[in-house]
């Protein structure tokens, strides 16, 4: 952005629905979320010569995800090495698998060392945005029903924003404090007191042994087990981040072999199950061989922690402490079945009340969910909202960015969008993508960029026919209890393929298969 910034967003603040039509927009993009997605939608924009853009961000800072998680124990779930931008690797890590603290200062580092900051509106909701069919571009709802235009929009708001609670009797009228991982409460002192955690997900497995060093008794309630392996995690000592730093070659050495070991591990055993299912075998006799091992003593609860479910039917996980929390004398595995809370506590099938002093919520987020992705009203050409479609005609996205009837809009994470290994090649390619498209539509001074629906119908298919070998609809995933399932029953969070397979696509697929088009009032 150029320095008259502030004059831009005063003038274009003051735009309202009521607004006479305009063809030429505030800006040519406008980035929705400043996150992970969001930053690298900016810094190659900007890699491309295209400075006419502003990101909207809802919070206060950057960060997207590990600004808000700051539950105790958070962590990436795989190595640092391969968990960063590959344009902006980073050698000070402070751990193989980095806390989240970690990663929420590498965006802040990222954002200022691009020069973002003075391109980003804070503290700005979008509510909704509406294609202008007449003039070719999009009107977006801000705060206090102001309007801003843009050619298109990049939506970068990522999948893990919106906590989900669960659906239980009384959740309401619990009497204690009642605190969701998504938006954690750090005030609260936690020590010597009763805590009951629902939830056993990845989330819960990072904070459960946390929790079980400091508090007075941890009820924690499983409703479906998880896989986890042993995590090969540890201190990098000065000497390596300074030969990180001394030597590139060797940074990319280490992130090319915690990439391909990734890759077999949480693609190639998910994606290609039919074609390599000794490869989930190994890893479920890993994962069970763990149990045994952090819990040698404990063969009462050796099955209630295994999952009936095939490794990869939901996103594993990595810890080695975990099982072993459950031998502490302070930490019980509650397996009955919650009947309801209670304003003291909360009560099983069984009978039993649990008394509970803080009730914590590893439930999750909303991910392919209306109101979720999207986040906010995205109204097309044809006067749907993109939400209502993928919730009754099935979600699906060409190359897990664009969709037929919304043109000049960008999803970073759209329906079977996902790199298993890591989120940041998911960013990678399909910024690589939408970025293609926005620069051929200014080569050819189109204002309308929009993929042929025969291109994408033909795509929906492959990815249906792909589908058809992954671990989702072969390993008795219907237990799981997974987020990767919608409504439908699909699993549209998965790219069925391997991230070589998405990266090479996100810049070599024929930029033909869109239609470019200029509104008469340009």
């Known amino acids: 952005m150029t320095s008259s910034y502030t004059d831009t967003i005063s003038e274009t603040s003051k735009n309202t629905r009521n607004t006479s039509p305009q063809s030429e927009p505030d800006y040519e993009v406008v980035i929705i979320g400043a996150g992970i997605s969001g930053l690298a939608s900016a810094i190659k924009l900007r890699g491309e010569k295209i400075d006419s853009f502003l990101i909207l961000e809802r919070a206060s800072g950057v960060g997207g995800t590990w600004r808000d998680n700051q539950y105790p124990g958070i962590a990436v779930d795989i190595s640092s090495f391969t968990y960063s931008y590959s344009f902006e690797q980073n050698p000070n890590w402070s751990r193989v ?3 989240g603290e970690d990663l929420h200062n590498y965006t802040k580092r990222v954002a200022a060392k691009y020069g973002l900051y003075s391109s980003i509106q804070f503290n700005t909701s979008v509510s909704r945005a509406e294609f202008d069919q007449s003039n070719h571009l999009w009107r977006l709802d801000i705060n206090d029903n102001k309007v801003i235009t843009a050619r298109h929009i990049i939506s970068a708001t990522g999948g893990l924003i919106s906590p989900k609670e669960p659906d239980i009797e009384g959740l309401k009228s619990f009497g204690g404090v009642t605190i969701h991982t998504g938006r954690w409460d750090s005030s609260v002192d936690l020590k010597g007191k009763r805590v009951s955690v629902i939830g056993t997900g990845a989330t819960a497995v990072q904070l459960v042994p946390e929790l079980a060093k400091t508090v007075g008794q941890l009820n924690v309630f499983q409703r479906t087990p998880i896989w986890i392996l042993k995590k090969p995690d540890g201190e990098i000592p000065a000497w390596c981040k300074s030969a990180l730093r001394l030597v590139p070659m060797l940074q990319k050495t280490v992130r090319l072999a915690t990439d391909s070991l990734s890759e077999s591990v949480m693609v190639l055993s998910a994606i290609y199950y039919k074609q390599v299912p000794w490869l989930v075998r190994m890893a479920e006799k890993a994962g069970t061989n763990n149990i045994k091992h952090q819990l040698p003593d404990r063969k009462d609860l050796w099955e209630k922690l295994t999952p009936k479910y095939g490794f990869g039917c939901k996103r594993p996980s990595f810890s080695n402490e975990y099982f072993a929390s459950f031998g502490k004398e302070n930490v019980d595995l509650v397996t009955s079945s919650i009947e309801r809370i209670t304003k003291t506590g909360i009560k099983t099938t069984d009978g039993k009340l649990h008394k509970t002093d803080v009730l914590v919520l590893a439930t999750g987020f909303r991910v392919f969910e209306k109101g979720n992705l999207p986040s906010y009203e995205v109204i097309g050409k044809t006067g749907q909202d993109l939400g209502d479609f993928w919730e009754k005609e099935r979600h699906q996205s060409y190359e897990g960015v664009s969709v037929p009837n919304y043109p000049n809009f960008y999803t970073i994470l759209g329906p079977y969008a996902l790199i298993a290994t890591s ?4 960013v990678e390619g399909n910024t ?3 970025i293609r498209c926005i620069k051929e539509g200014l080569n050819r001074n189109a204002t309308s960029v929009e993929i042929k629906q025969h291109v994408h119908d033909a795509y929906f298919k492959d990815i249906q026919k ?7 609809f072969n390993n008795n995933c219907g237990v799981a209890n997974s987020y990767y399932f919608d409504v439908h029953g699909d ?12 990266l090479w696509r996100a810049k070599h697929f024929p930029l033909d298969n869109y239609r470019y088009t200029t509104t008469k009032a340009y």
């Open 432 to 434: 690589t993508h939408a």
């Open 97 to 99: 698998f980095a806390p």
């Open 423 to 426: 989120y940041f090649k998911t």
């Open 466 to 472: 792909r589908q058809k070998n992954t671990v989702f």
């Open 491 to 502: 699993a549209p969070m998965l790219r069925p393929s391997t991230s070589v397979e998405s």
